[in-house]
């Protein structure tokens, strides 16, 4: 049957699918699940310096097609998941380290311990988190981003990732691969985050349905397929020396097939594990072999990347 195992960075991964960042994976038992699921490697949530409540619930609402969330970066603080990745098993799925902190100061302090642990984890900085009242998006301001950049990029000195927001408008695909470009060490994208800050309504009691920022949240699932097949597609496109992970829309193999033929190397799935959990990865990979076998594939390499224009 078709043969899923694939390499990320020159590391072999049994398949390509991982979850998103803070979908299952705030907690050490969360993350044990994810290891020992069939994903193929799996990340940490977020994180920040110190731990974080996060947002007043509700905060986050599954939808007939997605999500939206405003969580707020929940987490346990730097040193519980740098601690977590300094127990993992390396040989067995690779682990993505999420970082993201709430200034320039606190993630190159994170960056910094994250590279004194010497460990194999891959840093992804999250650059689009919609949700912390206050702190817009590094990912949408493009000076802000390009400072970032330059000092991670300077203070960690090792293939590090970042994750995007999603982006609508060419010059925006432009201008952030631009800068991307400048850092070698950037060796991955991860294309997108949430849709940040959709609004649901409750038709039955009028009403918002999440509690913060009056119900303002990032939008997943079904929703966002799209976008961030155009994301990873963009990028894909505009940053031949990366590599490109798409996350977005992610429930069934067919958009992970989609997503790896806009030029994914790895699918990150978040509304439907939430919803799911880990067992998905087995329903994913399952229904991913049959439609190789069903279009005469037996690799990945066979039509990854090889999205057809007319
Ligand atoms: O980067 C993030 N994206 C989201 O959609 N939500 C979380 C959060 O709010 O913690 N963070």
Known sequence: SPEL??????????NPLMNAAGVWCTLAAQLDALVESSAGAAVTKSCTLSRRDGNPEPRYRALPLGSINSMGLPNEG????LDYAACHDYERKPLFVSVSGLSLDDNLTIVAALREAVLPAFLELNLSCP???GKPQPGYDFEAMDQFLAEVATAYRRPFGVKLPPYFDFVHFDNA??????YDNLAFITCINSIGNGLVIDTESESTVIRPKDGFGGLGGDYVLPTALANVNA?????????IIGCGGVSTGEHVFQHLLAGATLVQVGTALHEEGPSIFDRLQKEL???MAKKGYTRIEDFRGRLKTL
């Open 5 to 14: 195992a694939t390499t990320f960075l020159e590391q072999p991964l049994d």
């Open 289 to 291: 072999r049959e439609l």
């Open 235 to 243: 990028f894909h496109r505009r940053c031949p020396g990366k590599t």
């Open 177 to 182: 691969a631009e800068i991307l470009n400048r």
């Open 131 to 133: 949700n912390v009242e």
């Open 78 to 81: 730097h040193v519980y998941y």
